[in-house]
């Protein structure tokens, strides 16, 4: 039996079953478009090896190595740096073998899904990661990332991606992005444009941003009009850069519309640095409706992806910073929180707003209700923890009687682990293809729909809501 | 194959399919009871024609309409009458060719399941509706509804509505009520108390709505005891034309029950038009208590549909007003928020209070714990959004296991859009049969007691809840 | 046909019927580890014959009596003790009848489920209780009862029972813990250090408690490091009687970790008897901390049962006083609550606390990836209303993708009904063995797997969790 089910994730009734594969048949080889992810611009421009298996699966993806951590294996030994520079295991095969010590903590999660679907699909093999065949595991993944197949932009044509969104700040000058433009190479690696720093008074170093800010763009930063008008100025930027997106990550949803000499006098106050946390929440506020009016301008989608409690753990950050797995979600509330900027801009038809949520529960009570009403809105896919095989499904089941499937914007893969990108498809385009069989086979849905729908979820609504 | 699968919404598998498919038949034909919902009186008591198809299926329906305004269709190009009377389109068929072309929105949606459903069972269509025969479906409902017995009280009659509860104001004059009751047809339409007009210290014109209230009743509404006499007068008239039951349709689930000095006084607030916002929500929620306790007096089921927010947009309210499709909504609390009033009534036995909630994190985590405790207290139907073949299958799964089927009330169509009544119980009915069986299927429940059951779900628990 | 289906709570799917009931039998008759609870240890202790079928199946159990109560049945009628000592039902025969008259509510809910398996699987009936077999059924039960074998020791030893933990209070003398150890049964029922009373400045009697502390434990509980002491000391003496965890049993999972001289005031303020309500919140907080650093300490395992509503109605009450069935679940948030706890001593790899929940939005939004990124977290299993059929179901489905199967802890049957010990564990059992099953046939994990897992949930990890 090979590592992974040919027929995963479909239903278990015989009759759906073969639609389920018929459908997903019809979709499997599609092109990949991943229209917001993490992975590093840098590979795809130098095109270097990855440099051993346990910083390809392990200590850049704080998804599998948390998991470790929850069950007391000490960050120190799984090689990840400490902030104060202090000695951690160097060996990437000790890491590696630690890792597969603890292999059986990934049963029945979607990180235990992807790290087979690449096991077997990208390296070959045919039998799981156990102890005992770590080092055979080790040798076989060192070995084959030595090829130039396995080089970053030979995977990336491999894996049949159409187009990958990466991620960068404000400030960054996108460099990688340029380079790859430039090279011979034509693969289709476009940037998005991510304001939290120059945006987020709570950010670290938020008043010397803004100064870099001004730099960049030659706009008086120290003034709401310049500051907005730089804005504009890297907005343009960014596009010239592939762009066709912007991205907000704040902690929650709400937003403002404030008139504009209120909205200056708050900026004033976070460019001084003296603002409280409230004034602090109403000034990201206020700019996600700036930014939504700039995207009415220039015609970039804008991604929210709200509710996430940052670096939950004091004792981690403190010891080994952002991004080490102590993201929590909490609860989010979007109905009142969006009303400021849907007042503004959420009936103008050629608008694309995205609205992620960590928060499930918003999924039948606001989300739906919303983006089945304002032309502006539509929902993102399910998101971070929530694209899994349950999760996706609990997306459909909820979301499509309310908003049906045309306010919705594809999938995402959202992931910085480049390895897992096809077989994060593949479990969405399964678990769509299994949505849509049980809607056929329930008589609410005609077969010839559901083939159409099959495509419409995995191509038609990414290219529409990402303007690809 | 037909507009409806004859075995839509069951199960898949066949020996459970076959059981969904017995407990099915066994109250398909059961006449409809229809203890809530928005139906024109007026229909009944003047019994003209339906005007055409767009007026029958579209216009008045937000929940169709609003699917297309979230892509981007005009509300005028739909004919939306407009607050400053500017110009929509005017030509029924021209809406009903916009409509057309938009059919795909409601793939997977319950508006597309009950469409079909009217469009097959009510007019005889065998086709889907499509941009190609937008046309001749046009013609051919257009010409039905000429026919007499497409009048609304022959299709009242051939869909076997054994009761129909409209839902009138306090300060209506019940004429399409009393014409009905003193006609010679023998359809029982009933109206339903909903006060809000004169509860709701934010209504537009609530003081003048007490005003005329007082006239109505001959009370004097300027003083609290008056006030609520009033109530009670007015109570009285409306049972007089058929009413068992009251409706409540407030933001939150707040209840107060303050001593009836301090009633008195925020009365007098309220009265004066210079209460806050929180005095406001105050004097709502004490006069939840007062209904319960005028309940307990005279008899009347008293209903609580509480989380919605109205009028989400600010722009669509001020160009098109009131029930456009843009109420969303929000977390609602209800087991501090019911407290006060529990506490007054909720050991009573001969009352009975109907909970309705927008929030299906509440269903097990507080109604179904509420309602398995309090005498008073019974859940009403999935409601809205919710009414739906995945809204009716969770609200079971969850709500069950804690209250049981006793202390719930059989199913509400709650609708305005008459055609899609026979439908919408269907669509309950299927679900129910299908979850009974799922229960017999898995041990849970025997099969006598499904088929019991299926019946009370149906029938039994309305007429009980409803005092039919 | 007997009462209790033998593939009750399997899937409907032949082959994956086939796999759960292979699962299921693997752990079928393993012994049953009851590591929470609320049996009376008295029983085990003196082990005189349980009463009469009223008192073993209806009055001491309030999740049975409040779904009659829920029905409009008085509390009078079923025997309920009064507070103020009034008269109420004394024949329980009278009692039974009228149970039976209302065995109709328990269909498909969990306490129906349960009934039935005691009545088949501890008394023998092979017909469901009915008004016409009342008589007989209790004069079975009363007969049956008087045997030896009917007594509490045998039926735990019958029963399988490995483990049993009861729960006391922190001012508990522990004597019939003391007089099992000290008999010649082999029965091992431990104690759970639960110190509410001690703890809550809300609680009745708190201040005359914690005078009462001192005298048991000799030390000043006066001051703050007698009081902190004190616990210590007891902590210990309830270890000598089996105790390998305590229980917290709190409004909110709030917690505080406070400057030891801010404890200290606060301290002060609460054995005063003048702290105000947010300050026996905040004190209450804190303690969560200090049981924990304790625990680090002492090795014994935190539990926190956060989030119910106690005694909702007032009138109840007042007249019946506490755990008459109205404990309502209210909403509960995690994240920001556990993060002072969590920043002290989350990461400390020995330390196990578990969680409890009675929201079940926190599942997936908090729980699940708290207890996946911090090594001193786990969840326990669904708890109360949700250790039912569908409640555990959802717990696996939604927390398993996020947390992985080796952060939860097993099940807890957490009753005072001793006779339902067996079926709610083989309910938990089967619906872990189906889930598993799932997981085999989409895909997601390999049979070999499936089986070790179904044995780590019934055994290893409830172990493990309490250290048994």
């Known amino acids: 039996m090979p590592l992974t089910d040919p027929d995963r994730l479909f239903p278990y009734d015989d009759a759906l079953r073969g639609l389920a594969r018929a459908l997903y048949s019809s979709i499997q080889t599609l092109p990949i478009l991943s229209p917001h992810g993490h992975c590093d611009p840098q590979w795809f421009a130098q095109n270097k090896r990855f440099p051993n298996p346990a910083e390809l699966f392990v200590t850049p993806?704080?998804?599998?190595?948390?998991?470790?951590?929850?069950?007391?294996?000490?960050?120190?030994?799984?090689?990840?740096?400490?902030?104060d520079g202090g000695p951690v295991e160097q060996d990437p095969r000790k890491i590696w073998q630690l890792f597969a010590k603890h292999i059986h903590l990934f049963h029945g999660t979607p990180s235990g899904?992807?790290?087979?679907?690449?096991?077997?699909?990208?390296?070959?093999?045919?039998?799981?990661?156990?102890?005992?065949?770590?080092?055979?595991?080790?040798?076989h993944i060192d070995t084959t990332l030595a090829m130039d197949e396995f080089r970053p932009r030979a995977m990336f044509d491999r894996f049949k991606i159409d187009c990958l969104a990466t991620t960068e700040g404000a400030l960054d000058d996108l460099r990688w992005h340029k380079q790859i433009i430039q090279s011979d190479w034509s693969g289709r690696v476009i940037t998005t444009y991510r304001p939290d720093a120059v945006v987020d008074p709570e950010f670290e170093g938020f008043v010397d941003n803004l100064?870099?800010?001004?730099?960049?763009?030659?706009?008086?930063?120290?003034?709401?009009?310049?500051?907005?008008?730089?804005?504009?100025?890297?907005?343009a930027f960014f596009r010239d850069?592939?762009?066709?997106?912007t991205d907000h990550g704040h902690p929650t949803a709400r937003t403002e519309d404030l008139?504009?000499?209120?909205?200056?006098?708050?900026?004033?106050?976070?460019?001084?640095?003296?603002?409280?946390?409230?004034?602090?929440?109403?000034?990201?506020?206020?700019?996600?409706?700036?930014?939504?009016?700039?995207?009415?301008?220039?015609?970039?989608?804008?991604?929210?992806?709200a509710g996430s409690s940052r670096n939950h753990s004091a004792r981690v950050f403190a010891s080994h910073g952002r991004d080490k797995g102590f993201d929590i979600p909490r609860r989010c509330d979007f109905v009142d929180a969006?009303?400021?900027?849907?007042?503004?801009?959420?009936?103008?038809?050629?608008?694309?707003?995205?609205?992620?949520?960590?928060?499930?529960?918003?999924?039948g009570r606001e989300l739906a209700p919303l983006a089945g009403a304002y032309p502006a809105l539509k929902l993102g896919p399910a998101w971070w923890f929530f694209d899994s095989a349950e999760g996706i499904k609990r997306y459909r089941q909820i979301t499509t009687e309310t908003c049906g499937f045309y306010n919705t914007a594809g999938f995402n893969d959202d992931t910085r682990a480049f390895c897992s990108i096809p077989a994060r498809h593949d479990v969405s385009r399964r678990v769509d293809a299994s949505y849509l069989a049980e809607l056929v086979a329930s008589g609410r849905l005609t077969e010839d729909?559901?083939?159409?729908?099959?495509?419409?979820?995995?191509?038609?609504?990414?290219?529409?809501?990402?303007?690809?």
């Not at 100064?211 to 907005?235: C, M, P």
């Not at 200056?264 to 602090?280: D, P, V």
């Open 449 to 468: 729909d559901a083939f159409d729908l099959a495509k419409v979820l995995t191509t038609d609504l990414v290219k529409s809501a990402y303007k690809l």
């Open 338 to 363: 969006l009303k400021p900027m849907l007042d503004a801009v959420g009936m103008e038809p050629d608008l694309t707003i995205l609205l992620f949520t960590l928060d499930e529960t918003t999924y």
């Open 113 to 139: 899904l992807w790290l087979n679907h690449s096991f077997e699909h990208v390296f070959g093999f045919l039998e799981p990661l156990t102890v005992e065949n770590a080092d055979d595991y080790y040798d």
């Open 259 to 305: 008139p504009q000499d209120e909205a200056a006098a708050l900026f004033a106050k976070a460019i001084s640095g003296r603002c409280t946390l409230a004034e602090a929440d109403a000034f990201r506020g206020q700019m996600l409706t700036e930014m939504a009016r700039m995207s009415v301008e220039d015609g970039m989608t804008m991604q929210i992806h």
């Open 211 to 235: 100064a870099r800010f001004g730099e960049l763009t030659g706009e008086n930063t120290a003034t709401w009009d310049g500051y907005l008008t730089a804005h504009r100025v890297r907005r």
């Open 61 to 83: 993806d704080h998804y599998v190595f948390r998991m470790l951590v929850s069950q007391g294996v000490s960050m120190d030994d799984l090689g990840i740096p400490r902030i």
């Open 241 to 245: 850069h592939g762009a066709t997106a």
